[in-house]
């Protein structure tokens, strides 16, 4: 069973930063893409950044210039830097790879189950 966990939510003053991790528990053979989708009250999930193996990074256009994702491969982590936070960033965090846990499985999602960020005005 592979499970996501993400952490470093909080609560932060506009123009903060937070960093947000996320990490697998149990065993992963390959992982193709990692990425941060958010979903604020009332809103659909949408892409925040997403970074494939190759190192190619892909943002959502309202949060381009202000965070930053990176992976581990060796750790197989991925991480978010999200500086000049805005109120409008305010939703749920999750933390969603798509990977195979072995060499003879499918690419398949996984999901982490979210991390609280909450920017005050």
């Known amino acids: 069973q592979v499970q996501l966990v993400e952490s470093g939510g909080g609560l932060v003053q506009a123009g903060g930063s937070l960093r947000l991790s996320c990490a697998a528990s149990?065993?992963?053979?390959?992982?193709?893409?990692m990425g941060w989708y958010r979903q604020a009250p009332g809103k659909q999930r949408e892409l925040v950044a997403q970074i494939t193996n190759s190192g190619s990074t892909t943002y959502e256009d309202s949060v381009k210039g202000r965070f930053t994702i990176s992976r581990d491969n060796a750790k197989n982590t991925v991480n978010l830097q999200m500086n000049s936070l805005k109120p409008e960033d305010t939703a749920v965090y999750y933390c969603?790879?798509?990977?195979?846990?072995?060499?003879?499985?499918?690419?398949?999602?996984?999901w982490g189950q979210g991390t609280q960020v909450t920017v005050s005005s």
């Open positions: 149990g065993s992963i053979f390959s992982i193709n893409i």
């Open positions: 969603n790879w798509v990977a195979r846990r072995s060499s003879w499985s499918g690419l398949r999602d996984y």
